[in-house]
């Protein structure tokens, strides 16, 4: 069984700055990409950044240039930096795991984010 702990969300002004955290645990043979997506409602759930495990890091186009993904491979966690945020950035952010077999993909409880002022 796989378990994503995220932490990091909260309430920011607009150009202000968080970071969200997640790390991963259990049985996990290898990891075929990790990062972040995000929701609001009424929404599809949208790719904010991934890394994938052969060495791609993908961004949505509406978070290049303010957020960042980062990893620590020993620990098996991810980041994300988000700067500049905007009201627009407010969504549920979620913390997603790719691993064999399958691939299956495993999500985090998610992390409220709101920018607001």
């Known amino acids: 069984q796989v378990q994503l702990v995220e932490s990091g969300g909260g309430l920011v002004q607009p150009g202000g700055s968080l970071r969200l955290s997640c790390g991963a645990s259990g049985r996990m043979f290898s990891i075929n990409a990790m990062g972040w997506y995000r929701q609001t409602p009424g929404k599809e759930r949208e790719l904010v950044a991934e890394?994938?495990?052969?060495?791609?890091?993908n961004y949505a186009d509406s978070v290049k240039g303010r957020f960042t993904i980062s990893r620590d491979n020993a620990k098996n966690t991810v980041y994300l930096q988000m700067n500049a945020l905007k009201p627009d950035d407010t969504a549920v952010y979620y913390c997603?795991?790719?691993?064999?077999?399958?691939?299956?993909?495993?999500w985090g409880q998610g992390t409220q984010v709101t920018v607001s002022s």
């Open positions: 997603t795991i790719l691993i064999p077999p399958g691939p299956q993909r495993h």
């Open positions: 890394f994938t495990m052969r060495g791609r890091t």
